[in-house]
């Protein structure tokens, strides 16, 4: 009897063990998310910073802004350090890191990354390699700008292209737009137009660190759009009433050419733009008037490129993101644009939009991708010179709006062109 009495005892107690095991399993990770939500993982690591760090920092950055700058949330540079919070968990025997990414006011978003890749507070670019412009240089910048405004202004208005319509010139078109909530600066990526330097910026400002970006093998717009959702016009436009818009231009031939290089000459193996450039060759090289110009090559010669371009304008296809115009891609004339750099004089344009924003110690300018150890002028005059003049007028009409509203010229394409051959494509026709 007594033994029985025991088991039972035993059986009690182990089942009270297994319910307390078991409440407490699902308490553990209730608590750590509210230790996290009431900001008190000090408690677990320190990697918060203390008061007077906190303190010092603000002050830094308060005597860094220059005197003819505008209050610092107006351009972005927020009126504390930006801090982010790892917590170490343990999963299945590995440790991660499990960061808190701000995405806006109302919502924050909790993911898992690899260690590596994040960093626990934004590190500030030493003051003494901190790059900036003479006050003199910022005045001509600044004049610069407003022209350039001024000038889209009058072309978007002269050319109709400030009214909305059904095609892709008249609707509005926020796919590439990069929305940074946190620091208060909207991109619109025209690839090909310095869109590698800062698509790293842009990461960098989402969180990722420099190192890691530097040697990941992961594709830089990809990492972007885990930090940074597409937006519909309406969050757009509410974003930009507390953000600096900017785009960058470039003159829309050298861009085509660039393009063209990367995507068609240098297209990685089995790519998309590898068997895109293989199906050109198939379909044009068999053309007299593209034979005669082509060498004995696996990807397309510019004129058969060209004329691929030009038909799938012509049959109103989908135009690749890096071949289409700037203006369809981004449509300036219908969404609001406070900087238009461009690529001529990227050097001073960027440093006086880092110092607008007020990121002159968290970003830098940077160049990736800056061509293939040939001058740019001297690739324009041997591929654009394989072009008759009808071929290139007739690429210029796809393009006519890039070249007005940014303020370039086709003239010294035109000097290099070849004459006109009996047979060449229709013109195309917006």
């Known amino acids: 009897m007594k033994l029985s009495k025991s088991l039972a005892n035993c059986r009690a107690i182990r089942r009270y063990l297994l319910i307390f095991t078991a409440v407490s399993l699902l308490l553990l990770p209730l608590s750590l998310v509210y230790l996290v939500w009431n900001e008190q993982l000090q408690k677990i690591r320190g990697f918060e910073q203390s008061p007077q760090q906190q ?77 900036t412009l003479t006050p003199q240089e910022m005045l001509q910048v600044e004049q610069r700008m407003d022209q ?26 926020t796919w590439e737009f990069l929305v940074n909530k946190k620091y208060h600066i909207i991109w ?12 790293f910026n842009f990461n960098v400002l989402a969180g990722y660190s420099p190192a890691y970006l530097r040697k990941t093998k992961k594709i830089l717009l990809n990492l972007a759009r885990e930090r940074y959702p597409r937006v519909t016009l309406d969050e757009l436009r509410e974003a930009q009433n507390y953000s600096l818009t900017f785009i960058i231009a470039r003159d829309p031939f050298e861009r085509l050419l660039s393009a063209y290089r990367d995507k068609m000459v240098f297209a990685l193996p089995y790519s998309f733009h590898d068997k895109l450039g293989r199906s050109i060759v198939r379909n044009y090289r068999k053309k007299p008037s593209l034979a005669a110009r082509a060498a004995n090559t696996k990807f397309p010669s510019f004129p058969e490129f060209v004329h691929w371009l030009l038909d799938q304008v012509k049959r109103g296809s989908f135009i690749d993101m890096h071949f289409v115009a700037a203006t369809s891609f981004c449509t300036p004339c219908l969404i609001r644009f406070d900087m238009i750099l461009k690529f001529e004089s990227l050097a001073e344009d960027q440093l006086y939009l880092i110092e607008k924003t007020g990121l002159k110690r968290v970003i830098a300018p940077v160049w990736r991708n800056m061509g293939k150890g040939r001058k740019t002028h001297e690739l324009q005059q041997q591929f654009y010179a394989q072009l008759t003049r009808q071929e290139m007028l007739e690429l210029y009409e796809y393009y006519k709006y890039d070249f007005e509203l940014f303020d370039y010229d086709i003239q010294e394409y035109l000097q290099v062109a070849r004459p006109d051959e009996a047979e060449s494509p229709a013109a195309g026709t917006k």
Request: hydrophobic content about 30%; some cysteine; aromatic content about 8%.
């Open 188 to 199: 619109c990526n025209v690839f090909k137009a310095a869109s590698s330097s800062w698509m």
């Open 148 to 173: 350039r405004r001024e000038r889209l202004r009058d072309k978007c208005s002269a050319y109709g292209l400030d009214v909305l319509g059904h095609d892709s010139w008249h609707t509005p078109n």
């Open 55 to 131: 303190s010092q920092q603000q002050h830094s950055q308060q005597q860094q802004q220059a005197p003819h700058q505008q209050p610092a949330q107006q351009h972005g540079q927020l009126p504390y350090p930006v801090v982010r919070y790892p917590v170490l968990l343990l999963n299945k025997n590995k440790n991660k890191d499990l960061t808190v990414v701000a995405t806006g006011k109302t919502k924050n978003k909790w993911r898992y990354v690899d260690k590596d890749s994040n960093q626990t507070l934004l590190p500030l670019i030493p003051e003494y390699a901190v790059q």
